[in-house]
């Protein structure tokens, strides 16, 4: 009763309310200053802290000072200057030493010792500010009143940093507030209850009311300027961060060259769009996008060229798509698009729009390319009902459709699972196939065009499967090159026609033809080196073919590779010239030891004069360049003829010679013998140890 008579009687309402305010205000913003110190790491955490710490100070003490201007002693008052400004420093210190412990978490206790530091901090700024209060009379105590103020004080800031930092139920930051304005409250007016003043009867007048009134105004003005200060950096803070996860969560959702949907983005709109098929019974397309040329442009114009190509397709792709239509870049070249829809009609034109968006010409700085794509389509739930599956079948629709050279969109079937099974299948298969002795070698014949002497042979590599018979290389050397065989499977076919040839009485080379992915091999001018060491070939009649998509791969690295073996001794043969686009270039880059012309060349020649005549561009290059030029794809007299008129060193084919184990390469070709007999029509092309 004494504390509210204590308000009611002894004070000027009027500026209480507004020490209130105040305190209200300050204690809100102290709060939330402090959950932002809690967010931080560092010296970005002590930043906030101070700032926290000021904000607590300052209202704290322009509460007091506002409180104390409203008590009505009836006698003269002044303040000493320099007390007044320690309790400001004292509670602005104490504040922030308390809100490093309660943060710091270290003790199991921290919010609460933290806390009891602030309410102790607050009780030490008062009586420090009753210190600097001097009134004309005599002031005498309640030390019962002084000692409940400050155990108030400590007990109540305690529980409020409870409530603030640990949360422990929905409503914790108002009841936080509310105990901590509790906290300042009751320390202030149950410290002013213990005061009791006698005015003495001496000349001094009255402080002026109006003048008090004012003084407190300013006070409160300051102070709320100064939490103003941290509302403001709050509120920027608050911005920036807000700011920075809207960034970070673009960033982690978009593809950060196209600007378009990433592929976590594409998983989470697909599972949203799978539910809401599921419950109105519409259905679901999922459109897998792969670029055709993309590799093209990288390796001819650089990557950077090819990013410009990335970004004309993903704004074009972006302007493309309507409601209910979602589009995403989900890899290098690899987009996807999902579209719900009720009639096939939507989504055919659908499909239409996005296969003529990717075969639109590209311009990039100075010259035009056309991107073109594969595209495939599996539907929920008639091609999946589950997610992964989905994505999966529209995947081998696509695959489908680049394998089709006159199909850009091809839409799932069944039958492709169980072709994707069967080629599983088989790469199990073929990882056994050299240990179970299933692969064997077969030769075909090298001659030259003017003697018909044999020059050497070409190494095929044939497997015989114990249940599907021959397997076609252009089945199964892809199988070994995506599942990392042909490693294994080439290494075996080099070792095993090393060893036959040395066995032979007459010293013919032999040309292995190896795969891009051997290059990958870290040793292999060491593997070749060593093979011909432990089978005793010499080195000058191996012969290794390669291919330009070879060199184009890593065309630093490859060259690096050819130079190792060249030093070897062996010879190094392109292979499929003319049916790449850096001919030129890669024969200016390495000197080769010998050109193969491509065999798609040989079977127009008899009817195409723009296929005589890149034939006998490209003798008249190996002639200038001193080149031997091997023509593959022999097999008529009349091809050969032509080739002897233009000056081809060496040809290969069916008219020369069919592959043979290596048991009958020694024996007539009877074939051969028959000219331009039957038995040449409806030939097999030989199996390589390359895709044809």
Known sequence: MRVLSCIVTEHNLWLVLLAAFVCISGGWITLGLLQRAEKTQGLQRGGWIFLT??????SVWCTHFIAMLAYEVGAPVTFDPILTMASFLLAAAGSSVGFAVMLSRTPRLAPELGGAGVGLAIATMHYTGMMAYHVDGIVEWNQSYVISSVVLSVTLAAFAFNQAIRRPWRLAPQAALVLLVLAVVALHFTAMSAVSVTPLATDAGLADSYALRAMAVA???G???????????????????????????????????????????????????????????????VIGIDLDRFKEINDLRGHKAGDQALKAIGRRLARLIKDGEFVARVGGDEF????????QSELLDFVARLEKTMFEPIRIDDFETVTGASIGVA?????????????????????????????????????????????????QDLRRAVELDQLELHYQVQTSVSTGEICGYEVLARWNHPEHGQVPPSEFIPIAEESGTILMIGEWVLRTACRQAASWDRPYKIAVNLSPVQFAHADLAKLIHSILLETGLSPARLELEITESTIIADKSRTLHVLRQIRTLGVTIAIDDFGTGYSSLDTLRSFPFDKIKLDRSFMSEVERSIQAKAIVRAVLALGKSLEIPVLAEGVETNHQLEILRTEGCDEAQGFFLGRPKPVGQIFQPDHAADDGLGSSFSGRIPPVRMRRR
Do not use: W
Request: a negative charge; glycine letters at 8%.
């Open 223 to 285: 102070g709320l300027l100064i939490i103003g200060t941290g509302v403001a950096s709050y509120m920027i803070d608050e911005r920036a961060s807000r700011e920075s996860i809207e960034k970070l969560q673009h960033m982690a959702l978009n593809d950060l060259l196209t600007g378009l949907p990433n592929r976590c983005s594409f998983s989470d709109y697909l599972r949203g769009e799978m539910e809401r098929a599921k419950e109105d019974g519409a259905k679901l397309a």
């Open 336 to 343: 996807a698009a999902a579209k719900r829809f009720l009639n």
């Open 379 to 427: 539907v929920y739930p008639d091609d999946g009902i589950d997610q992964e599956r989905l994505v999966s079948n529209a995947d081998l629709a696509m695959y489908r459709a680049k394998a089709d050279i006159g199909r850009a969109v091809c839409f799932y079937e069944s039958r492709m699972d169980e072709a994707a099974r069967a080629r599983h299948t088989l790469a």
């Open 219 to 221: 006070v409160a003005g």
């Open 53 to 58: 710490a000021v904000a607590a100070g300052s």
